[in-house]
């Protein structure tokens, strides 16, 4: 069974920096891609960065210069910086790992960003 434990979402001021970190425990095939969607009230979830095994990131235009996603493989973990935050980055943040061709996603963490 694998298992995506999302942390690090909150309150933060227009401007200011928040750093996500998933945990994917279970067994998984190495050569996998991770990431994380975004879904704001309203509207459909959105691909925000992905990350593959070999290195190979993806951005949303939206985010790009302001993200920065990382993965751990030692640790089984994927992060995302996130500075220069936005009210319309307003979301709840979801992990996902793409693995051969089944998709898992973790229950998300709420960002809000706001004066």
């Known amino acids: 069974q694998v298992h995506l434990v999302e942390s690090g979402g909150g309150l933060v001021q227009p401007g200011g920096s928040l750093r996500l970190s998933c945990a994917v425990s279970?067994?998984?095939?190495?050569?996998?891609?991770m990431g994380w969607y975004r879904q704001a009230p309203g509207k459909q979830r959105e691909l925000v960065a992905t990350?593959?095994?070999?290195?190979?990131?993806n951005y949303a235009d939206s985010v790009k210069g302001r993200f920065t996603i990382s993965r751990d493989d030692a640790k089984n973990t994927v992060s995302v910086q996130m500075n220069n935050l936005k009210p319309e980055d307003t979301a709840v943040y979801y992990c996902?790992?793409?693995?051969?061709?089944?998709?898992?996603w973790g229950q998300g963490t709420q960002v809000t960003v706001s004066s």
């Open positions: 996902v790992l793409k693995v051969l061709l089944q998709t898992y």
């Open positions: 279970g067994t998984v095939f190495r050569i996998n891609t």
């Open positions: 990350v593959t095994t070999g290195g190979s990131t």
